[in-house]
């Protein structure tokens, strides 16, 4: 499928969405002013009833209408929203194919400068790989996908598992969709996950506590009957505001833990419910692929206890009501009945709560990194090796234009491993790097990769190219780069193997000083377990290969300046560069004269 036909069907879909939108928008008015009109027509006929004893019957029955209508206004609503974010993720699409991501979360909570190789190679913030691949949209979800490009997996096999699982979702562009839709309605606090977990090691106030319960199940019938009885018989009123009395004292003895109680778990009720709605789209899908099944054999365990849960905050949430929980709170024992309810449900299924959460998020990232496979028909699922050797074909940066991007190939084994890329400024030594770097993190992550082919190790990525300096610690720059290159060299040394990128190192020191400690950092590499890629301006360092033509070659990228224009290929070459071009440009930007 070409860009052209992504785009068509994108539009397709928004034009079919929003009609079903305008439609539901209609159906909506109508019961507005339906609702208004028997709101009016209750009034009316209560009135008439008043002095036309016939019509007292209608005004009952209207009642029920008008029940009914803000119940289906309702359902309108939900769909409403529903359409709305379903427009919304073709909008979003449509203008990801353009490469503006602006409006997706740029993910810029999870910069990280010191990371050993995220903020080297633009996986978090505006314009980066995380905002590109993103269709996240609640907070954990987000932070597993974050993981997921900063760390390092478990196995070759979870790698596996995870690109089964990206393939199958890949096909599922309804399910997709659905997902997504539903995920957007999510508006989960930081706060929230802490609160649960609070409220699932709180011990228990009444479950389990005989006595209690049996007070609960008897003393709100005795309560409601003398009540009742009140308006018939003479003197017992006192015996029923006693019983009340009654249940306010008791409820005094555990109020603040009842409150405490309350504020984990309220307001949680609206996510729940969207929870719910996620696990229910995921049981109701078909899956065969290991991970995709086993998420949704959680999720067909979870999505009904997950909506009984919401519909139990839902109801304890209505003490927040005063003159509610006056009437209730002096009649039912109301807010302890709601903890023992909430507590039984806590009982049968703390264990299994997060677990069932996870199963959502789990899919958000699937759903991400599917919707980058779908949109990216041409990219390939990687093969991920227990050797050392990595080797690929038309490897190309994703986040460039395909009508601009450059590609190249490149191998890289135990007896060639160190890899010396020398060229011009802007000639494409860096994009290079950021392009092994971030196809090197796709294909860990069980995402397809900007190649035509594309075969890595399973070891830990390492980068020296954009070492930061820190005021806050009195860190140079140069010691911070120092700083990553001794926790590189003393990975080495504990036997980690490792790919690492660098890009024109020790610039914090003077020529000499850089050219003979640069020297010494490749002669040292060449020694441990590591794949090396070195982007240099300083072609001395391509004579090392004269000295370890085994484990060191030479490569380039080269600048041509012909009739004073100068112009790149950006296409990857054996040997060192011969064309420098710095003179050159001071020179046509009138920095320095010609003379």
């Known amino acids: 499928m070409t860009k052209s036909d992504l785009k068509a069907l994108y539009q397709k879909r928004k034009e079919s969405y929003s009609t079903s939108l305008e439609a539901v928008n209609k159906h909506i008015n109508t019961i507005s002013t339906l609702r208004v009109a028997v709101a009016i027509a209750i009034l009316l006929t209560g009135y008439l009833g008043l002095k036309t004893y ?114 199958e979702v890949q096909d599922k562009l309804e399910f997709r969709h659905e997902l997504q839709a539903l995920s ?30 049996l007070l ?82 959680r999720a067909g365990q979870g999505d009904q206890r997950v909506e009984h849960l919401a519909s139990l905050v839902s109801a304890f949430d209505a003490r927040l009501n005063s003159m509610t929980n006056l009437v209730v709170n002096s009649l039912l024992f109301y ?13 049968g299924n703390a264990t299994q709560l997060f677990e069932w959460l996870a199963a959502v998020h789990e899919t958000e990232v699937v759903v991400s990194l599917a919707t980058f496979a779908f949109n990216h028909p041409g990219y390939f699922f990687p093969r991920v090796n227990h050797e050392r050797r990595l080797s690929a074909k038309g490897l190309g940066h994703p986040l460039l234009p395909e009508e601009v991007r450059v590609v190249n190939d490149i191998t890289l084994d135990q007896k060639s491993s160190v890899m010396i890329v020398t060229g011009a400024n802007m000639a494409g030594k860096s994009t290079f790097l950021r392009s092994l770097g971030v196809n090197m993190v796709l294909a860990l992550a069980g995402a397809p990769v900007c190649a035509n082919e594309f075969d890595c190790p399973f070891v830990d990525l390492r980068s020296g190219m954009r070492t930061a300096d820190s005021l806050k610690e009195n860190q140079s720059y140069f010691y911070a780069e120092l700083d990553r290159l001794k926790s590189i060299m003393d990975e080495l040394r504990r036997g980690t193997p490792l790919f690492i990128l660098l890009d024109e190192i020790l610039k914090g020191t003077n020529s ?83 003379k």
């Open 335 to 347: 807010d302890l009945q709601c903890v023992y309810r909430l507590e039984k449900w806590k009982e």
């Open 54 to 167: 016939d019509l007292l019957f209608l005004p009952p029955l209207l009642v029920i209408v008008f029940v009914w209508l803000v119940r289906k206004h309702g359902m309108l609503f939900r769909e409403k929203t529903h359409l709305t974010n379903l427009v919304a993720v073709q909008e979003n699409e449509l203008l990801a194919l353009t490469g503006d991501t602006s409006h997706l979360r740029s993910g810029s909570e999870f910069i990280d400068v010191h990371h050993p190789y995220s903020h080297d190679l633009d996986l978090f913030g505006e314009g980066s790989i995380f905002q590109y691949i993103n269709r996240c949209n609640t907070r954990k979800a987000k932070e597993l996908l974050a993981a997921r490009l900063s760390q390092k997996p478990q196995s070759v096999e979870q790698i596996t598992q995870w690109q089964g699982a990206v393939r």
């Open 216 to 297: 609960l199940n008897v003393f709100p019938v005795i309560t409601v009957l003398l009540v009742i009885s009140s308006f018939f018989i003479d003197g017992l009123s006192r015996f029923a505001i006693l019983a009340a009395g009654f249940q306010w004292a008791f409820l005094g003895i555990h109020l603040k833990r009842v409150n405490k109680f309350h504020q984990h778990i309220s307001r949680k009720k609206n996510a729940l419910e969207k929870y719910a709605d996620i696990l229910r789209c995921i049981r109701k899908e078909s899956f065969t692929s290991p991970q995709m099944t086993s998420i949704a054999s």
């Open 184 to 213: 957007m309605q999510v508006d989960d606090q930081p706060a929230d996950w802490q609160d649960l977990r609070n409220w699932l090691t709180e011990p228990a106030i009444i479950y389990g506590r005989k006595g209690y319960r």
């Open 512 to 594: 000499n000083d850089k050219q003979a400690g640069s020297i010494e950092l490749v002669k040292q590499l060449v020694n441990y377990p590591c794949l090396v890629v070195i982007a240099t301006h300083d072609l001395v360092l391509g004579e090392l290969a004269n000295s370890f033509p085994d484990r060191i070659a030479n490569y380039s990228f080269e600048a041509t300046i012909e009739n004073d224009h100068l112009s790149f290929d950006y296409k990857l070459k054996r040997g060192v560069a011969q064309t420098m071009n710095a003179t050159f440009l001071m020179k046509k930007m009138g920095i320095i004269g010609s």
